[in-house]
T-cell receptor, first 115, second 113 residues
Framework: GEEVAQTPKHLVRGEGQKAKLYCAPIKGHSYVFWYQQVLKNEFKFLISFQNENVFDETGMPKERFSAKCLPNSPCSLEIQATKLEDSAVYFC?????????????FGDGTRLSIL | DQQVKQNSPSLSVQEGRISILNCDYTNSMFDYFLWYKKYPAEGPTFLISISSIKDKNEDGRFTVFLNKSAKHLSLHIVPSQPGDSAVYFCAARANTGGFKTIFGAGTRLFVKA
């Protein structure tokens, strides 16, 4: 598609439950990025992929968070045993090429609410 | 540790006047800078960017200025329009280890008609 599509728009989970978020990048884009925005503050980089390979995971919490980008499937971000502090809007972005000057195109985000 | 700082949470400007949004950064490894615009319930939209080898980049009503020695950049919007009311995020990239984007906390711009 011509837009980054994120589903669901809003996800509510009880503390300790699993949460799984999905992202379909723009068709033809090889790079996918996940960001976390807590309380409308700055976006925290989590992880990036080049096709199905992890490109940079320096922002991923060591525990409970995992992500995948498999061929012919939406990319996913999964949080095990969710905590209240995981409540945030999670944005996915994609870009066509590697390069400093390549803008990232963002989806509209998934708002994750942990109760 | 905030590497990209937008110290003004909000800015209010009259329609037709100039809006100036400021951004400071601390990481001297940053060599590419971007501005994104965000409306509520939507993802950020790329607006304009500048490489560290330049000090100015202009695109229509939007101009970004970079002062490397001061580690400061600014976005000028002139003339401002009510439709420009949004949150503006300053962002930066370093040419080391991937090209993740580091964002500031944003400045909410209100353009009054």
């Amino acid at each position: 598609g011509e837009e980054v599509a994120q589903t669901p728009k809003h996800l509510v989970r009880g503390e300790g439950q699993k949460a799984k978020l999905y992202c379909a990048p723009i068709k033809g884009h090889s790079y996918v990025f996940w960001y976390q925005q807590v309380l409308k503050n700055e976006f925290k980089f989590l992880i990036s992929f080049q096709n199905e390979n992890v490109f940079d995971e320096t922002g991923m919490p060591k525990e409970r968070f995992s992500a995948k980008c498999l061929p012919n499937s939406p990319c996913s971000l999964e949080i095990q045993a969710t905590k209240l502090e995981d409540s945030a809007v999670y944005f996915c972005a994609s870009s066509a090429m590697k390069g400093m000057d390549q803008p990232q195109h963002f989806g509209d985000g998934t708002r994750l609410s942990i109760l | 540790d905030q590497q990209v700082k937008q110290n003004s949470p909000s800015l209010s400007v009259q329609e037709g006047r100039i809006s100036i949004l400021n951004c400071d950064y601390t990481n001297s490894m940053f060599d590419y800078f971007l501005w994104y615009k965000k409306y509520p319930a939507e993802g950020p939209t790329f607006l304009i960017s500048i490489s560290s080898i330049k000090d100015k980049n202009e695109d229509g009503r939007f101009t970004v200025f970079l002062n490397k020695s001061a580690k400061h950049l600014s976005l000028h919007i002139v003339p401002s329009q009510p439709g420009d009311s949004a949150v503006y995020f300053c962002a930066a990239r370093a040419n080391t280890g991937g090209f993740k984007t580091i964002f500031g906390a944003g400045t909410r711009l209100f353009v009054k008609a």
